[in-house]
T-cell receptor
Framework: AQKVTQAQTEISVVEKEDVTLDCVYETRDTTYYLFWYKQPPSGELVFLIRRNSFDEQNEISGRYSWNFQKSTSSFNFTITASQVVDSAVYFCALIPQGGSEKLVFGKGTKLTVNP | DTGVSQDPRHKITKRGQNVTFRCDPISEHNRLYWYRQTLGQGPEFLTYFQNEAQLEKSRLLSDRFSAERPKGSFSTLEIQRTEQGDSAMYLC?????????????FGSGTRLTVV
């Protein structure tokens, strides 16, 4: 069975601070995909990144970066120079390749960026 | 293409009543997914369709729940004899092919409140 743990329930930072959101996952599958989604108060889940288990390269997109480490089963997300608009709930999710189409989500981390 | 559309955005119903939600996926997407999200939790998979065929159902989808996608386009999710525990956000997502490879596009959800 797959499991995603986001241990940080809520994080509060001041604008321009860097913040890292942790994601630890469990799976017995050798091939799988990891996702990060942002959920603003409007409710829609906004796609941020997809990473497959064979690609351990870190990725940077503007102020966002992701650190994928298979050795520790972690896929952490860092926002550099946070902004008030980054305030949202962030979800990490996992799905194995093949078989079930069930995307397994963590419980999310609520990020509040204060001006 | 305006993305995944869900209707209504909000629904308040009395316990015991039936409710139906609609999801219109992105037009060329043949896969459609339903998720349920309760307060403070991540989305949980309910079911998914490939075209009109319902291929996977979660045990969360009790006998009171039924989902259809009659012509492989829009989908409906009906809850019969609603209970207070059904209060949640119901999210729909679509994908052009297998979600893990092509990604999932989520709608803004239908928030159900059972009073």
């Amino acid at each position: 069975a797959q499991k995603v743990t986001q241990a940080q329930t809520e994080i509060s930072v001041v604008e321009k601070e860097d913040v890292t959101l942790d994601c630890v996952y469990e799976t017995r599958d050798t091939t799988y995909y990891l996702f990060w989604y942002k959920q603003p108060p409007s409710g829609e889940l906004v796609f941020l990144i997809r990473r497959n288990s064979f690609d351990e390269q870190n990725e940077i997109s503007g102020r966002y970066s992701w650190n994928f480490q298979k050795s520790t089963s972690s896929f952490n997300f860092t926002i550099t120079a946070s902004q008030v608009v980054d305030s949202a709930v962030y979800f990490c999710a996992l799905i194995p390749q093949g078989g079930s189409e069930k995307l397994v989500f963590g419980k999310g981390t609520k990020l509040t960026v204060n001006p | 293409d305006t993305g995944v559309s869900q209707d209504p955005r909000h629904k308040i119903t009395k316990r015991g009543q039936n409710v139906t939600f609609r999801c219109d996926p992105i037009s060329e997407h043949n896969r459609l997914y339903w998720y349920r999200q309760t307060l403070g939790q991540g989305p949980e998979f309910l079911t998914y369709f490939q075209n009109e065929a319902q291929l996977e159902k979660s045990r969360l989808l009790s006998d009171r729940f039924s989902a259809e996608r009659p012509k492989g386009s829009f989908s409906t999710l009906e809850i019969q004899r609603t209970e207070q525990g059904d209060s949640a956000m119901y999210l729909c997502a679509s994908s052009p092919r297998t979600g893990y490879a092509y990604g999932y596009t989520f709608g803004s959800g239908t928030r159900l409140t059972v009073v």
